[in-house]
């Protein structure tokens, strides 16, 4: 059972890397995501509104910057597929489903700044004292429902392995994506902006 969940995970991996990460400054963004994302791993144990800072302002602003702004939308000719065709089959969060996300992440500083009340329950009362407290609990709380919950509905619409693969692939994504494009940066300062993906294509 334990083979078959980590080939699974390598599944997901793989089919992420070559289907979403074709871009240089998409790959250069996560590195820096990455690495933003140990930090916030680290200071959750010290720090946990900081970390949820951190997470979100760094690490998943360059995160989703890097696939909304720099990532090829067009015929991907290297996996013969169309967009449409990765963003219905993609396991996890597609663009769709990241603009609902980043829309709740959006509207909690509203809501927790005119209606602080409606926000208690996710937040335990040590944290209610100040207005940035609160909201950094709040999107904690939203990271934690995010991946709760598209692993129940991976459940209900493939398999608990699959869920569980995705949820491991999301919290060890920052050491995977440090050791694929740590070189990144050096390509795109040679002006490579879209990587060949030589490794993909058959040869």
Partial sequence: MMKELFQTLQ????????????SRINQSLHLLSAMSFLVSYVMLFINPVMA???AWLVAMTARQSGHFFFEPKGYDFVNQATHEHKEEIKVGYNLNRKIVLIAIWALIPVVVYF??????????????????RMVGMCWLFLG???????VGQLCIIQNAQAA???????LTDPFHDIKMYYRSPVYLMKGQLIDPMDHVQPH
């Fill in 115 to 132: 209606w602080p009340q409606y926000m208690t329950w996710a937040v335990p009362q040590a944290y209610e004292d100040t207005y940035w």
């Fill in 164 to 170: 569980v693969a995705w949820a491991l692939k999301i």
């Fill in 11 to 22: 599944v997901q991996r793989w089919d992420d890397h070559r289907y979403y990460h074709h």
């Fill in 52 to 54: 949820s800072m951190i």
């Fill in 144 to 150: 934690v429902a995010g991946l709760l919950f598209r």
